[in-house]
């Protein structure tokens, strides 16, 4: 039996490091993810499948972020808010595995 990949939504405001985040999201195996630009989309797929993780990347404002920390804790409890800030695949695995190993 496999075990289904971890799904996490990465949401940020510049397309060009959206589009690194999406490949670096589906490296690995265990791994399944989307990374967006707008609420519209981000919200489109939270609505489709469940998300272990969101992940509010750059161009993602504090209030932005205490926004979709308010609505997610009320729509989709489950779902872990991280702040990622950039740096690299290792940081970002480092930073996932961290939250997701609790």
Do not use: F
Not at 18 to 28: G, S
Not at 62 to 81: C, G, N, R
Request: include cysteine; charged fraction near 20%.
């Amino acid at each position: 039996m496999t075990q289904r990949p971890i799904y996490i939504l990465a949401l940020g405001r510049n397309a060009e490091i959206m589009e690194v985040m999406q490949r670096l999201l589906n490296a690995r195996d265990n791994w399944s993810g989307a990374a967006v630009t707008t609420d519209e989309e981000a919200w489109a797929l939270l609505e489709q499948q469940s998300c272990a993780v969101m992940l509010l990347c750059a161009g993602i404002s504090e209030a932005e972020e205490q926004a979709w920390k308010e609505k997610l804790a009320l729509a989709y409890p489950a779902t872990i808010v991280l702040r990622h800030y950039g740096g690299g695949s290792g940081l970002l695995e480092n930073e996932l595995l961290s939250v997701l190993n609790k």
